[in-house]
Each structure stands twice: as structure tokens, then as C-alpha cells.
């Protein structure tokens, strides 16, 4: 049996026999194939001589009837940017919540076991278990899994179920009171994500190197069989690292084809809201689309919030929000503060930073800054990078920038204190350091400081943040963004930001100083951008602490840090009793 050969059957259960050719109306195919099914059906068993249904086909349909569904709603909607205070599955939709339709249309057919995995913001789905008495399943892992790890949670219940995508809006009710055979919906329109592709026998194919397949809707039905495959397949693949970004639909495949039919929804029968302008084109009115965001855009640049496109999160850096998008086909960069940084930034000698920098080319062209709250709109370069530190000749080429910048002399009226910061953001901190032997280090830096007062006194604009995603190539000119501390001061404190920030080891960053100083490094540079390495390592551990207070988590970011602290300590001290300035 064949897919076809169960519509077919499904159509005589549904309408009854009333010729071949009435058949044709409900399915499409020809006389040729439904004849062929026809018979099949007879030979198997489902329809008798005179085509009714027999206790074989009564029997499929009660063991395959659907009796649940599992909801998946844990993802974090990066790409809804602007919206982020309300989870993709509760976004509405003619002031309907799409979780609640697709509850709504499971109960029109019979199902009421409902399954909702939930994760980011699960506080939000809490109301549906009164309302709705759906079961909750929480998704802990959320931030750095994906929609398999979700369906891992829910792999005892896949039997007769239904998998739906809480973020699809579906205008035709989708599920049935019953199912022939298992399948994954896709949609007749291409999709240059989609990693599978419709063959002529309504099977899934990977679609390989080629550039795209047909839409993946992400809704499925299972049956047994299909069922405990892909359950298999995901206690195996959860437990594998590298599964850890991955949809659930990679549990579908059997070699290079899905195990499941394909099954095509037509037309306009299901929406994917993925991003911000999706939901705004099936419903403009819809009560989510109030945005400051966008408000603000559409009062700076005095167009209608309509003519604001290709909206979009840039998800980069460690401090900020940015977000992507275009006016009258002009590409530009919003950037939102982020939490707690203007605590940390002076906005108004950020901007004064900037004025200074206008028109030398050094850095990205700013339309707006506001000196108050922070937002920022840059020209957007579609075809840039930022410098991959690995990469020798455009590690130079950010090296040989900051000597351009540092040879200028630019002067503004605030100065970058090291000691000053540390000692701001331990205030903002609030709370002892986790690291145990903090003290100790901490004194260890203030020492490392009354060495570098000892030094010849150097200062102009540094960018004091200068790591390599904040380094812009575009084509072959490189352009030094995002100067949120820029401020005076000595011009080693560049070099040594930027090779910490790259993860660089000591070896590697007297060949940063080498190419700085063209080959003339001498001993005074190279211990203070060892000094800057380590009090610059202790002072973003500290500022990492500040962050993680406020629910940022960096990683093994603060770690790292903390050991340039403790290990460029060693080096800048040795180097200092060689110069006797110890």
C-alpha cells in the first residue's frame, strides 16, 4: 500500500463508492491510478468485490486513529526581533493566541490529550493547563538546543500523535478524526532552508547540495511503527553533542528519505511566523506589532511603519541588541542597549567619541546617536566580515588600523581609567567575586597599575574595545566599529584588548606588538601591553560578574579572562625586575 492508495481508500470510507470517476473529484488522479488502487484495495483486503469497507479497514482505522498531539513552543524566536516579550506561541493572530487555535482545532476532531513543550519565557503558557487542561513540558535546555531535544522530552508519547509547531498558524483545521498513514507536512512552495524535496512517489528526499526544497511546515502525524523510529532515533541522537542544534525532523530520515509521506497543504493553509514582517502581513493589526522599536524608526526616518523592511536580529557582541533593517531599500543598523550597559557606558561621551571620528573614515557612518538612552542607527555594509583572528593577513590589517588611529592624536574630553573601572564595576556587582583567590589577584593588578605609572606617559583616542568583531572589512578596507569606550588613553591598552579578546597565548601577542611597531618593539611597550593584558583580563572578569548578576551568561568567557589576569602578571613582573621597575 501506497500513498495513494490510502487517500483513495480514505475517500471510499469518507463518501462511499459512487464510480471511479466521482473519485477523481476528491483526489486529482487519474482513472488509471485510482483504478489501479481499486484493485489493490481489493486485493488486500480493504474493500470487498463490491466496494465497501471491510472489518480489515474498520480495524486500520481505529488502530490508527490520532489521540494526542505534542506542541512544540520552547524556542526563543530569535528571528522575531523586534518582538521579544512575547513567546512565538502566543503571538496573536485576529486576537487569537496561535497556541490556542491549534488547541482550539485539536478539540474540533476529538483530541484533548495535548502535550506543550514550552521553554523560553514558559511562564507565559502556564494559563493554558486552567484553560485548556493541557499538560506542560518543560524544556530546561531551550538557550542551546533545538526542537529535537524538545520532542526528546516528549518521546513517550509520539504513538498516534500528532507534532505540531507552536508557531504556525493554520487557516484550514489540519488534524483529522482519523489517519491512514504517517506524514510531514510540506508546502508546494520552495524554500531555500528547507532541506527536503517532494519526489514523484510523495516521498521525502534530502535534498543534499542542492539549493533548497519544498517548505517544511514542521507538522507531522505518527504511527506506531513510524513512531518508535523516530523515538529511537531521538534518545540516540539527544545523548550526541552534535545533535544539540538540530531539528527534530532529522529523526524523520531513513538513509537519504524521510520514513514518513509527504503531505502537501495548498495554497494558503499554513503560515510559519518567523519573523517580524511575516506576522505583520497575515495580520497588521495584530496587537504585537507595537513596537518601540520600529515607532522610533518610523519617527526618525518619517515614513510609515509599512515601509520599514527586511527586518531582522543580528545577533553579535557581547553587550548589546541589533537589529537589521531597511528604509526605501537602504540598508541600516539599529543598536539597543542592552541590560545594564548604561550603567557602564557614558552615552554623551560616546557620542562626542563619534563626532570626532566623523569623517575620517575610520570607523562606520552613524545617522543617529541619542546621547541619552544609546540607540544608534548605522549604515548597514551587506557584503562585510568582521576579522578572523586566525587569518594573518587581516589580523595586520586591524593592527596596521589602530596604528592609523593611534598616530592621528584625536583628543576628546574623557579619559579611560583602568583602575576607575575596576573599581566601578565591582560596585555594580554588588556581590563577592566567585573566584576564590580574588583578593589576591585583585592586588596583584593594583600593583601591575603602580608599575605602568612608572612608564613614560603616552595618550590620545583608543577604542579600548577593541576586539575582532569589532573590526568591519569591507572589501579590502577594514573599519574599526562600535565605540562605546572610547576614550583617551595609552595606545597599548588597543593591542592588548585585542589579543586577549582573541584568545591569543603569549608568543602570539609579541608578534601582534611586532607588527604594531613594525619589528621595533622595545621593552617598555611590550611590558605595558603585558600590564593591559592582565589588569584589561581582571577587568572584563569583573565586568562578566556584573553581567551575570543581570542574567547574561558569557561562558567560559569570564574564565578565560580571569587567567590572563593571573598569567600575564607573571610575564609583565618578570619583565619589569628586568627593567628594574621593580
Known sequence: ???????????????????????????????????????????YGYIDEEYNITDKTRMHIEISKPKRAVILAAGMGLRMTPINKVPKGLLQINDEPLTERIIKQLHKVGIYEIYIVVGHMMEAFEYLTDKYEVELIYDREFAWKDSLHSLFLAEDKLSNCYIVPGSVWFSKNPFSKSEYFSWYGVSEYMDDESIVRLNRKMELVYTDDESGGNSMIGISYLLNGEAKKVRENLIKYDSQRKYNRERWEQTLFDGNKMMVYGRVMLGQSAYEIKTYEQLRELDSESKDLNSKRINFISKMFGVEKEEITDISGLFKGMTNRHMRFSVHGKPYLLRVPGEGSNEIINRRQEAEVYNVLHGKGLSDVVVYISPDDGYKITEYWEDSHDCDPSNEKEVEACIHHLKKLHDMKLEVNHSFDIGERIVRYEELRDTPSTFTDYDETREKMMELLDIFKSLPEEKCLCHIDAAEVNFLFVGEQVYLIDWEYGAMCDPHIDLAMFSIFANYKKDRIDEVIDIYFDGNANDISRLKVYIFAAVGGFLWSVWSEYKANMGVDFGDYTMKQYSYAKKFYKYATELAKKLNKI
Open 1 to 43: 500500500m501506497n500513498k495513494r492508495d490510502w487517500i483513495v481508500l480514505s475517500v471510499i470510507v469518507n463518501y462511499g463508492y459512487n464510480g471511479q470517476r466521482d473519485i477523481i473529484k476528491y483526489t486529482g488522479y487519474s482513472l488509471g491510478l485510482i483504478n489501479s488502487s481499486i484493485k489493490k484495495l481489493i486485493e
